[in-house]
């Protein structure tokens, strides 16, 4: 079957300066133009989500993406915070799971792709905090479990910020079922996915915490880091103080 493709990113970084960076967003998006996009950290006040999908689909021409969010499930962030599901593939039905801890949430999206096939496509967003792995393995305990229920797709990918290194507990538990897009193409993981030098002060640590998770039936044909191109004008501004990830994959 055609190859699909997709994207994750934490859209984060310094929210003062959205502005000043959301254009190196859409020109790597428009140039990639992904079937799916998973976007985290969206500030969901500054309209984030929708200006990016607005923009993907005015400067395509049609509708191409459609979009869906979930707010944080926090009393007080979720007024700000959410992540988000952008797919150019049409979308069978969405769902959220609640992951604790602070109203941290999984959104699902089942698409479906020409052969009559779907896909839960899941955009997720772990706890950060260094000493905090146990809790964002409960996370993963608690996705893992949720995919697992019966009647769920066949294909899944999990797409987002596990704040979580390699070695993690919580990326560890989830590779007992799925494989790494990029480590699968590469042979390991990304040295790090953040930070960028838009963030500010430079961190004294830098470390992989972005991943693309594939059941085994997804066949990887490429993966490679994104939004890495600082700006022109300014070479300390990035898309976000992230780097994202892009696959191209095909159904087993």
């Excluded at 997709?6 to 859209?11: E, F, G, M, Y």
């Excluded at 905090?129 to 608690?142: D, P």
């Excluded at 699968?184 to 963030?199: D, F, I, K, S």
Aim: charged letters at 20%.
């Amino acid at each position: 079957m055609d190859t699909l493709s997709a994207i994750t990113l934490n859209v984060g970084s310094p929210q003062r300066q959205w502005l000043r960076r959301r254009h190196l967003l859409i020109t790597e998006l428009l140039d990639l133009k992904p079937d799916l996009i998973a976007l985290q950290q969206l500030n969901l006040t500054a309209g984030q989500g929708w200006w990016l999908a607005r923009q993907l689909n005015a400067r395509l021409g049609q509708t191409h993406y459609q979009i869906f969010m979930q707010r944080r499930r926090h009393w007080w962030q979720g007024n700000f915070e959410g992540v988000a599901i952008l797919s150019r593939l049409p979308v069978v039905t969405t769902d959220v799971l609640d992951l604790g801890f602070g109203g941290y949430v999984a959104l699902r999206a089942n698409v479906e792709v020409v052969t009559g096939h779907t896909i839960d496509f899941v955009c997720t967003y772990f706890r950060p905090a260094r000493r905090l792995a146990e809790v964002r393995e409960q996370q993963a305990m608690r996705l893992f479990s949720w995919l697992s229920e019966p009647g769920q797709a066949l294909y899944q990918m999990i797409a987002g910020d596990l704040n979580e290194v390699p070695s993690g507990l919580a990326v560890r538990y989830l590779k007992q079922r799925y494989v790494s897009a990029y480590e699968q193409a590469h042979g390991r993981e990304p040295l790090a996915t953040w930070p960028t030098t838009t963030r500010e002060p430079w961190p004294e640590w830098a470390g992989c915490l972005d991943y693309l998770l594939v059941s085994p039936n997804i066949v990887v044909d490429t993966a490679v880091l994104c939004f890495r191109t600082p700006d022109s004008r300014d070479t300390t501004l990035y898309p976000s103080d992230h780097v994202g990830l892009y696959t191209r994959f095909r159904l087993r």
